[in-house]
T-cell receptor, first 116, second 115 residues
């Protein structure tokens, strides 16, 4: 069965520091992978997605993620953290049912704190 | 920018009561979903809905749950007789298509508290 694991439920960085949020996936087929962000009192917003077109995927707000098949990873990075990046980040893999319908399997989430 | 809207943002109910959580998906979307997140746990898939019928449901989605698209804009999740363990954040999502890489757009969620 397909799944994702996010290492670290809480990550704290200084403003201006590198952000690295880890996601490892398990999939028997080439996966479709997503990163979503949830700001306080808001819905899940798509940051970026991987659909096999390119291994380095650029998203919104300066985030990017690199798909590494050999490591079964899809880690999210941002070179320089901003206070506004404080949020919860979810990695997800798309799973197709036998009927061809899509659903998302989420990781447990990583709460990012950014301090001055 | 079009968005998925959920109401209410917070619902408090007594155990055994029926609740209806409401969602207005993005207007030209055809596929609709409910997910939930129990506090401290993962976001879990509950059900997907297409062409006025359930296309897939998880083992969580038992007989106490039902979904409906009563008109051209709303998509509802009903819990017939709520239990304490139904307390969670419920997210509605919609998508235009349902292929593997297709994006699901999420609402802000309804926090359900069962007392």
């Amino acid at each position: 069965a397909q799944s994702v694991t996010q290492l670290g439920s809480h990550v704290s960085v200084s403003e201006g520091a590198l952000v690295l949020l880890r996601c490892n996936y398990s999939s028997s087929v080439p996966p479709y992978l997503f990163w979503y962000v949830q700001y306080p009192n808001q819905g899940l917003q798509l940051l970026l997605k991987y659909t096999s077109a390119a291994t380095l995927v650029k998203g919104i707000n300066g985030f990017e993620a690199e798909f590494k098949k050999s490591e079964t990873s899809f880690h999210l990075t941002k070179p320089s953290a901003h206070m506004s990046d404080a949020a919860e980040y979810f990695c997800a893999v798309s799973v197709l049912s036998s009927g061809g319908y899509n659903k998302l399997i989420f990781g447990a989430g990583t709460r990012l704190a950014v301090h001055p | 920018e079009p968005e998925v809207t959920q109401t209410p943002s917070h619902q408090v109910t007594q155990m055994g009561q029926e609740v209806i959580l409401r969602c207005v998906p993005i207007s030209n979307h055809l596929y609709f979903y409910w997910y939930r997140q129990i506090l401290g746990q993962k976001v879990e898939f509950l059900v997907s809905f297409y062409n006025n019928e359930i296309s897939e449901k998880s083992e969580i989605f038992d007989d106490q749950f039902s979904v409906e698209r009563p008109d051209g804009s709303n998509f509802t999740l009903k819990i017939r007789s709520t239990k304490l363990e139904d307390s969670a954040m419920y997210f509605c999502a919609s998508s235009y298509t349902s292929g593997g890489g297709d994006i699901q757009y999420f609402g802000a969620g309804t926090r359900l508290s069962v007392l």
